[in-house]
């Protein structure tokens, strides 16, 4: 079975800018999440979609935003980028609401 | 407050050297989920092992092997004859089903080094 995968790999933007990154989930895994990764904050969560719905929202900016497709694929949108935007965004999958979840390789994104 | 509590930030250890990475945790929820993932110098995230709230027996799953303890609200993870592929960061991670459903608190992890 073929893991999460995660487009672009690398990304450079400056601010202002706008940016769509993009997950595919594990075949048959229906719960995308997102997190961000910065050495300053660690690891935290962004949100979660659950068959096409937000179910779960972390403490970030309306700057932040995503969705997710009925085939389960889902994108995250951050618009007016920040210096402080720059990190490593992971998707991760899981079959339901408490099992566990897999990640992808990450987009790195750098904001100039 | 912090959610889960890696107190050690750097272990570094000689090859075959058993090494225990701890992991304290916090929550009110009765029924909460705790995992512990490893992050290799490639960035992604693997996942090691689920374990909810209402299972207390450890586990040991090859040279790895978990120690859950509620009494102590402690989750710590041992490497058992370490090896120079066991290098990563290592990540305990939370997820409270009452208040918070899926979502995983991760702790600040703990970067281990095995020299050969």
């Known amino acids: 079975k073929a893991g999460v995968t995660q487009t672009p790999r690398y990304l450079i933007k400056t601010r202002g800018q706008q940016v769509t990154l993009s997950c595919s989930p594990i075949?048959?895994?229906?719960?995308v999440s997102w997190y961000q990764q910065t050495p300053g904050q660690g690891l935290q969560f962004l949100f979660e979609?659950?068959?096409?719905?937000?179910?779960n929202k972390g403490n970030f900016p309306g700057r932040f935003s995503g969705r997710q497709f009925s085939n389960s694929r889902s994108e995250m949108n951050v618009s007016t980028l920040e210096l402080g935007d720059s990190a490593l965004y992971l998707c991760?999958?899981?079959?339901?609401?408490?099992?566990?979840?897999?990640f992808g390789p990450g987009t790195r994104l750098t904001v100039l | 407050a912090q959610k889960v509590t890696q107190a050690q930030t750097e272990i570094s250890v000689v090859e075959k050297e058993d090494v225990t990475l701890d992991c304290v945790y916090e929550t009110r929820d009765t029924t909460y989920y705790l995992f512990w993932y490893k992050q290799p110098p490639s960035g992604e995230l693997v996942f090691l092992i689920r374990r909810n709230s209402f299972d207390e027996q450890n586990e040991i799953s090859g040279r790895y092997s978990w120690n859950f303890q509620k009494s102590t609200s402690s989750f710590n993870f041992t490497i058992t004859a370490s090896q120079v592929v066991d290098s990563a960061v290592y990540f305990c991670a939370l997820s409270e089903a009452e208040t918070s459903g899926s979502r995983l608190t991760f702790g600040e992890g703990t970067q281990l080094t095995v020299n050969p």
């Open positions: 979609y659950f068959s096409e719905t937000q179910r």
């Open positions: 991760a999958s899981s079959l339901g609401q408490f099992n566990e979840q897999f």
């Open positions: 075949s048959g895994h229906r719960s």
